[in-house]
């Protein structure tokens, strides 16, 4: 079956999902070839390049990414129009040279036939002005999902390290190393002053467009800069709040932690807490995730989850999980059918306590032990029965859309690195 045939037959079996979400999540599991053309100039152009704001999101090492080592992609694509007559969808950019999608110009092609217009992003005015130190707005303070979201990485690498513990799908100390081996600028810690100093070009100079920041970055076990990890990430939700009081929406991703830490982010100013619990299975997560089983193990970080609902609001806590690892083989689920069934399980458990959890499809990153036994990443049928069952979940617990992500509905959705918010119902508004 050509990638054409597998597409258009998804689209047609599950007409509950729609056309935007299923080109979407193909993207996303697979990647996208760049014409030289559709490639950025960087800072000097007039496109808004990839900022490379936490993990690589590639599926070749930068080394092998050609003239799109030099010339950075896109951060994000939007796609309309074409033979589904897609409405507006906003996609991640995943760079793969492989792969049967392709942009060159303003088309996005696959297997050579046009699919969809494209709409690149243009350069932010903010992205035009430096710190006082010369650091860039785009690696101190990136904006993401057509500039809803400022994405602060502050902490670069996660202290989860080597095989026996770093999340089996994360490529976030690699990408350290392979960004510094490329001469790029990046930041292990971003000094708080930093931080603000982007943040307030980004406010002067965005009209308004950003709505929320997410502080985040690797996981501390022990110490960074004297501080343990709540407070370490507070200290800058302090000092943002303190400058710009209520001005963003303000997230924390981060270790499930016990209830009198997580308080603390709560007292520091963070109104959405996302203790990611990345793959429901119990042997799966044993085997994904071994340093979070090795430093506060499945069902305790479950437990704090729950705990951490009554400090923040259940709406308040969005634990994230990673679409499709739990197909990775050779561990994962041999069937679709199996894999959905465990996904929804994890789904039930939360949502029955009010709590919504989000995903992000999986980027079988090379450098990964998943992404290199799993170059294909999931099938996209997975893909498409998750959206299809997370929905019907969501609905079927009579819960709103989480808050943060912006408006709902295919048309609508920004979040760029999943279609958990283009499959919802587009009349319910989040607050
Ligand atoms: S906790 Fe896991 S997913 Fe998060 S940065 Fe560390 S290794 Fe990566």
């Not at 996208?32 to 808004?48: E, Y």
Request: aromatic residues 10%; glycine residues 8%.
């Amino acid at each position: 079956m050509t990638r054409t045939e597998l597409v258009e037959s998804l689209i047609e079996r599950y007409p509950a999902v729609p056309a935007e979400a299923v080109v979407k999540e193909d993207l996303l599991r697979t990647g996208i070839a760049f014409d030289d053309s559709a490639l950025s100039d960087n800072l000097d152009g007039s496109v808004k390049p990839k900022s490379y704001f936490i993990f690589s999101f590639d599926q070749r090492p930068l080394a092998e990414l050609g003239e799109a080592a030099k010339r950075r992609p896109p951060e994000e694509i939007a796609l309309s129009g074409g033979p589904y007559g897609l409405r507006r969808t906003i996609v991640s950019v995943r760079v793969n040279p492989a792969s049967p999608w392709r942009v060159v110009g303003g088309e996005l092609a696959l297997e050579g036939r046009a699919i969809a217009e494209i709409e690149l992003p243009p350069m932010p005015a903010y992205y035009r002005h430096t710190l006082a130190n010369g650091k860039t707005v785009m690696e101190t303070a990136p904006t993401i999902q057509w500039g809803y979201l400022i994405y602060l990485t502050v902490l670069r690498l996660c202290q989860y390290f080597g095989a026996k513990e770093e999340c089996q799908f994360c490529d976030i100390n690699h990408n350290w190393r392979q960004h510094k081996r490329a001469g790029r600028p990046y930041t292990g810690i971003k000094p708080v002053e930093d931080v603000l100093e982007a943040l307030a070009i980004i406010a002067e100079h965005d009209d308004g467009a950003s709505h929320a920041y997410t502080l985040t970055g690797g996981s501390v076990t022990s110490t960074v800069d004297g501080l343990a990890e709540a407070d370490f990430y507070g200290r800058y939700a302090q000092a943002i709040e303190e400058r710009f009081p209520g001005k963003w929406i303000g997230k924390v991703v981060a270790q499930a932690l016990p209830r009198r830490e997580v308080q603390r982010y709560k007292d520091y100013g963070i109104q959405i807490y996302h203790p990611n619990y990345e793959v429901w299975e119990p042997y799966l997560f044993r085997i994904i995730c071994p340093g979070k089983e090795r430093y506060v193990g499945r069902e305790e970080w479950h437990r704090r989850i729950l705990d951490a609902a009554e400090v923040f609001g259940p709406r308040y806590v969005i634990p994230n999980f990673v679409a499709g690892v739990e197909m990775a083989q050779p561990f994962g689920f041999a069937t679709v059918e199996e894999a959905i069934a465990s996904t929804v399980e994890g789904l039930d458990f939360f949502m029955s306590r009010a709590i919504t959890p989000r995903f992000t499809t999986w980027c079988p990153e090379p450098t990964t032990p998943l992404g290199r036994d799993n170059p294909e990443g999931a099938p996209l049928e997975y893909h498409v029965r998750l959206l299809e069952a997370y929905r019907e979940t969501l609905e079927r617990h009579g819960l709103q859309p989480p808050p943060g992500y912006g408006k709902p509905g295919a048309g609508n959705a920004v979040f760029s690195v999943s279609s958990f918010m283009d499959v919802l119902a587009p009349e319910v508004v989040p607050v």
